[in-house]
């Protein structure tokens, strides 16, 4: 965990990467509380998954890339985790997308990560409730359960943008830690 009393000289690259990053999650929380109304709408037999639905879920991959190719993890191998989940989702969205609880299940690998990354910075009690209620979501889209659906993906979005919220509250040099730590 980075130590905010250390404050790392930032370059160019640096500072793009940590905006990227929380643009990332800017545009993760929007695609899930995008896509818990499209749900919710379903269930008044309005049906706009076919428009609505498909830009949530462009917004949550475009979320996905943005934050696996900034995470900024010391662990070489939580953060090959969690970044390569969003690779190998991508690359399901492209093959299968009809497939959506698969490659959804992957990208949330990388969220739920960032989620418990994100709870020691903030110590934000509700983000450790994220990797459940996401998994929960693959479940409601395998089981094409749209009310459930909605919930989670609403709950899930309320607490990422909250958690986007406060990531733009804070100096960029907390994101990036002390640069020797990280390994290569």
Request: proline share 3%; aromatic share 12%; hydrophobic share 55%.
């Amino acid at each position: 965990m980075a130590n905010p009393e250390h404050e790392e000289r930032l370059d160019c690259l640096d500072k793009v990467s940590v905006l990227a990053y929380r643009l990332g999650i800017t545009v993760f929380s929007v695609a899930l509380l995008l896509l818990s109304l499209v749900y919710i709408l379903c269930l008044f037999n309005i049906d706009i998954t076919d428009t609505w639905g498909e830009r949530g879920r462009f917004l949550m991959a475009i979320a996905a890339a943005l934050c696996a190719a900034t995470l900024h993890v010391y662990d070489k191998h939580v953060r090959a985790i969690i970044s390569w989940s969003s690779w190998i989702g991508l690359v399901l969205l492209i093959l299968f997308p009809e497939l959506q609880w698969l490659y959804s299940g992957f990208l949330f690998v990388t969220f739920s990560g960032i989620a418990f990354k994100e709870s020691y910075c903030f110590k934000l009690k509700a983000l450790t409730a994220v990797p459940l209620l996401l998994i929960l979501s693959v479940l409601m889209l395998w089981m094409k359960e749209p009310t459930l659906l909605a919930i989670l993906l609403g709950i899930s979005g309320g607490i990422f943008t909250i958690l986007s919220v406060k990531k733009w509250q804070m100096p960029l040099h907390f994101d990036i830690g002390n640069k020797e730590k990280y390994q290569i």
